[in-house]
């Protein structure tokens, strides 16, 4: 992928995480939880303007048979270490009242392995590290829809995620002085991290829906992350034979961090000139409280370091409304509609600093406050149904989240670091593209896109030959891609193939000479076969392929590809599934890459515990016997039934 602002929903509501804090939350979902995963590629002025490279939206079960019924599962995995993941899915419904709920538990150990080849100035610094992780997770959900009428439905939905991993990080990194080529002392970090990931969820909605065509849609939202993290961080430097010690370095960090959310919205359509025509709005306010505390250790006494502690505090609010239209003409089908979206946000930074040999207080802040509007369009030619043709537009944004907005220094170890950047400003997208689809499955999808401000990952220097990584704004970048996927199916045998690839250019300029300019061209494979025999048995051989390009105008990545095999069967007349696989049979999934920036060249390489043996097995149980009435709106699940501008659904795996 060269764009990065893929936004994540669930259940139709953007997720507030980023960032490792997203991928973890991810990792908790079990697939028997999920039911579609939607890629809508050119959201309408209905969703929010966050995110230049479209929505995943994962959409988690929740049954509509009347009467009870319900699944349970359980998983076992091995790569390195064993996991273990359990679960059960719980629905009653009749005509009046559907209620919900499903639970479940991960547990296991996870690696992974990095090597950073670094030098600076006349040092050469050599670092090899291998993370473990110990995670377990307690996922929940319930809800319940009341039908007051076959017009008028309330819900109420209550989800969250429990988890408190530990991650042991043990790294040693050679430092050479350059103009000798030789060791002169070796750092060994050994770090412990104790986190916790906690967050609740709750969701109140009200729909209405006439034989008319109009329909009002209301959901209230609040959400509460508690995220805390407790690192201890050893620095030892020994001598080049690495068993005399000559000095340490001890520090301890805690960053306990609140996150509120809270949001209200509505959106409205009715029959309108032939077509529809919708409109609402969306009100939301985030809170993040961050203190962040470093400490000295010295034995068994920590110390404060008021230099390097502070507490970072930032409040965000966001007025959106929006109006959409679309109609079926012969042979056209349009949309357009614009959305407008008010921001102002104000970050507080409160720490101590020296002041004529004297600790004193400081706050620094900033403001920031702007308006933008948010056009997108679509028209589709679709006179020959076997051969149809759209032109989209949309306009989107993507804000900085408050971790990149936040100044203080975060230790990774003596000489690598991560800090905030206030300065980081939002980037835009222009984005314009032409999609054929032909005999409903043959799709090609030509695209230009035109980001301006950039913000993208760098490593930059620090203190001669100390590092930091940052995230600064790019000037732009721009990129065309072509996507061809096509689906086939002869009797028992199907596959479905995707091929991207894209051009790309980044131009930037630091100032003192730092520049950059760089084109890049790169192409992505996907392919999925399944085949069933045996009536009961399937088949499946996916794989990927990645070719070499760079990422985000600093980082020339090498390729990667992958295979995963699995095979299925359905047991106790089709109320059981049973499914083993192999992700990553080969064992090729290594991330190799070059940075070459500010003074610094690093060559990085990452290798995980992609290859894994996985058992999984699935019970369904209770009535199966589908309501045919209207489904209850809520979220994003209509607007991605319309054709409003691209997207597809995938099944859960």
Request: proline share 3%; charged share 20%.
């Amino acid at each position: 992928m060269v764009k990065n602002g893929v936004q994540v929903y669930v259940d139709g509501r953007p997720s507030p995480l980023s960032g490792q804090d997203l991928a973890s939350y991810l990792k908790t979902l079990n697939s028997s939880q999920i039911e579609a995963i939607e890629i809508i590629s050119n959201p309408s002025a209905k969703y929010e303007a966050a995110g230049n490279a479209g929505i995943i939206n994962i959409r988690l079960k929740k049954n509509k048979s009347l009467g009870t019924n319900g699944s349970a599962n359980a998983g076992w995995n091995i790569g390195t270490y064993a996991k273990y993941n359990a679960g059960i899915n719980l629905n009653y419904r009749n005509k009046k009242v559907n209620l919900f709920g499903n639970y479940s538990y991960n547990k296991g150990l996870t690696e992974a392995g990095i090597n950073i080849y670094r030098t600076v100035a006349d040092s050469l610094f050599n670092q090899t590290g291998l993370i473990t992780m110990d995670n377990e997770s307690h996922n929940f959900k319930a809800g319940m829809d009341y039908f007051i009428d076959k017009k008028n439905t309330i819900g109420v939905i209550v989800n969250g995620t429990l988890s408190d991993p530990g991650v042991n990080n043990q790294s040693a990194t050679p430092i050479a002085y350059i103009p000798t080529n030789t060791v002169d002392r070796i750092l060994k970090a050994d770090n412990t991290s104790l986190l916790k990931r906690n967050n609740t969820n709750v969701n109140v909605n009200y729909s209405y829906t006439d034989l008319k065509g109009k329909s009002l849609t209301v959901n209230a939202d609040r959400g509460t992350y508690d995220i805390n993290s407790n690192q201890y961080q050893p620095n030892y430097y020994y001598d080049a034979t690495g068993k005399n010690l000559i000095s340490s370095v001890v520090y301890r960090m805690k960053a306990p961090t609140d996150i509120n959310i809270n949001s209200v919205k509505a959106d409205w359509e009715q029959p309108f000139k032939k077509g529809t025509l919708g409109f609402g709005g969306k009100f939301a306010n985030v809170k993040t409280d961050n203190d962040f505390q470093r400490y000295n250790v010295y034995g068994s006494n920590e110390q404060l370091d008021k230099d390097r502690s502070n507490r970072f505090t930032y409040t965000e609010n966001i007025s959106a409304a929006y109006v959409n239209y679309n109609r079926a003409l012969k042979g056209i089908a349009i949309q357009a509609g614009v959305r407008m979206e008010n921001t102002s946000a104000e970050g507080v930074s409160k720490g101590q600093k020296v002041v004529a040999g004297v600790y004193e207080n400081y706050t620094e802040t900033f403001n920031r406050s702007y308006l933008d509007f948010f056009p997108s369009a679509a028209i589709t030619f679709n006179k020959k149904p076997t051969n149809q043709y759209s032109i989209t537009y949309s306009r989107r944004i993507d804000r900085p989240n408050y971790q990149d907005l936040n100044p203080f220094e975060f230790k990774l170890d003596e000489y690598t670091f991560q800090k905030g950047n206030i300065n980081l400003r939002p980037q835009y997208t222009n984005s314009i593209g032409v999609t054929n689809t032909y005999k409903y499955k043959l799709t090609t999808t030509l695209n230009y896109s035109h980001v301006k401000d950039l913000f993208t990952q760098v490593f930059d220097t620090a203190e001669k030959s100390k590092a930091f990584i940052s995230k600064r704004n790019l000037a732009t970048q721009d990129v065309v891609s072509l996507n061809i996927s096509y689906p086939y199916r002869y009797k028992a045998y199907s596959m479905f193939a995707n091929v991207n690839s894209f051009y790309t250019k980044y131009e930037a300029d630091y100032g003192a000479g730092r520049k950059i300019n760089v084109n890049a061209a790169g192409l992505s494979l996907y392919v999925q076969n399944s085949i069933k025999f045996a009536k009961t048995f399937t088949a499946e051989l996916t794989g990927f392929y990645n070719a070499p390009t760079v990422y985000q105008g600093t980082i020339k990545a090498n390729a990667l590809w992958s295979i995963d095999a699995g095979l299925q069967k359905q047991i106790l007349k089709g109320k059981g599934t049973l499914k083993t696989s192999v992700s990553d049979v080969f064992r090729t999934l290594k991330f190799t890459g070059v940075s070459d920036f500010a003074g610094q060249r690093s060559e990085i390489s990452s290798l995980w515990e992609s290859r894994q043996f996985k058992l999984n097995f699935v019970y369904r149980f209770g009535s199966n016997l589908v309501k045919a009435a209207r489904q209850r709106a809520t979220g994003a699940d209509d607007e991605t039934k319309r054709t409003q501008g691209g997207g597809g659904v995938a099944p859960g795996l």
